[in-house]
């Protein structure tokens, strides 16, 4: 005969089970910004397929909290989380980018996978070689592109585990162009991750410091390792010259050697050395837009999926 007070009571249980299985049938979900809709497979686009455009991104409606109050809008751009503080821009907007894939027989150098960018409303300097942008670049897909990623990233990794910034910072996408200088680097943190801010310029030659071509660059990677971050603003000094075709030099600037010189090698390497120091001895408000404006937006960063 079994015992009627541990029958009712294993009942109970599977009741119970059942009732809290119905309830989270009926609890609300949620779909990622990024989600992919599944298709029937005789629906597959073909590999003939037209690429994809760039659609723009869906703004949240609901941001992190920030740990504390920054002066600024709040914004989430699919799942970029930011205050755009106003020594920056008057506002922002994001867009999905569709990847550029990587050709190893002579393809585009600059290569990417889907990403999310971060253009800028009313950023105080126009007309320069970069625009201000932010990128996020999904670590895992960029690095199975090619290798040479795969090393930018893991450069970038032992950088911030050991706290030491290399001479030449990783920087992503790859462009057909190289580092010519590095001033006034930090380690600096934004919400889930770290990277490196340094002003600098790329070029394929001796390039003088211009006004025309100087940015601040943003390179780090979130704290789970699944994004990598990737900010360019154009940055401006009163005493830099224009553009390389117009070398006059302000008051306080540092000519550039002629090209001419027959000692070029020396003469640039004494000359990006002056220059290092004059950008490290500036302050950080001198610039436009100010190296602290642009950290402070850097901190403020929350990067989901």
Known sequence: MKDGKGYTMKKISILFLISLFLISCSLPFTINWNT???????????????????????????????????????????????????????????????????????????????????TYQGYPLSGKFFDAKLVVYPVAEFVAMNQSVADRVGAMQNALASQQIPETVPLLPIFNAAQVFKAQAEL???????GIRYLTEYAQYYAPATNQDLFYSFQGITSDGKY????????NAAYLQESFDNPAVPPGGIPAPSFDDPNLDASMTAYYGNMINLFNNTPDGDFIPGLDCLDQYISTLQIGD
């Open 36 to 118: 992919p809709t599944s298709q029937p497979k005789e629906d597959l686009p073909s590999t003939e397929a037209p690429p994809v455009e760039d659609a723009t991104l869906p703004p949240a409606t609901e941001a992190p909290p920030t740990p504390e109050p920054i002066n600024g809008t709040e914004m989430n751009l699919g799942g970029v989380y930011m205050v755009l503080p106003p020594c920056l821009a008057a506002g922002a907007s994001g867009t999905l980018v569709a990847a550029a894939p990587y050709d190893e027989m002579g393809g585009p150098m600059e290569f990417y996978p889907e990403n999310r960018k971060i």
């Open 188 to 194: 600096i943190s934004f919400q889930n991750g770290q």
């Open 228 to 235: 990598w971050v990737s900010a360019i603003f154009p940055v």
